[in-house]
Nanobody, 121 residues
Framework: HVRLVESGGGLVQAGGSLRLSCAAS????????MGWYRQAPGKQRELVAV???????NYAEPVKGRFTISRDNAKNTVYLQMNSLKPEDTAVYYC???????????????WGPGTQVTVSS
């Protein structure tokens, strides 16, 4: 099993920056892709950014050029650097980890509890 804990959310003015962190513990050796989703009030959860074990990254169009995802395997932590924040970035941000066991093929997507990001105009 995997446990994910996010930190770094908060209130920031438009144009400001925040860095989210997500620390993983447990069966970390079977973690493959990690990333971030977000969910704004009244909206569906949407993918924000993804980073693979090979450090390949992918971003949703609304955040390209403003957000950067990175991964520190030594610390079992994934980060989301968010710059030039806009009010429409306001949401609960959820970290996730794709678990895939090479031993028995078990796969599962683990989620963190979420951290609130609020961008004021």
């Amino acid at each position: 099993h995997v446990r994910l804990v996010e930190s770094g959310g908060g209130l920031v003015q438009a144009g400001g920056s925040l860095r989210l962190s997500c620390a993983a513990s447990g069966s970390i050796f079977s973690i493959k892709t990690m990333g971030w989703y977000r969910q704004a009030p009244g909206k569906q959860r949407e993918l924000v950014a993804v980073v693979t074990t090979g450090d390949s990254t992918n971003y949703a169009e609304p955040v390209k050029g403003r957000f950067t995802i990175s991964r520190d395997n030594a610390k079992n932590t994934v980060y989301l650097q968010m710059n030039s924040l806009k009010p429409e970035d306001t949401a609960v941000y959820y970290c996730y980890a794709d678990y895939s066991s090479d031993l028995d093929g078990y796969e599962f997507k683990y989620w963190g509890p979420g951290t609130q990001v609020t961008v004021s105009s």
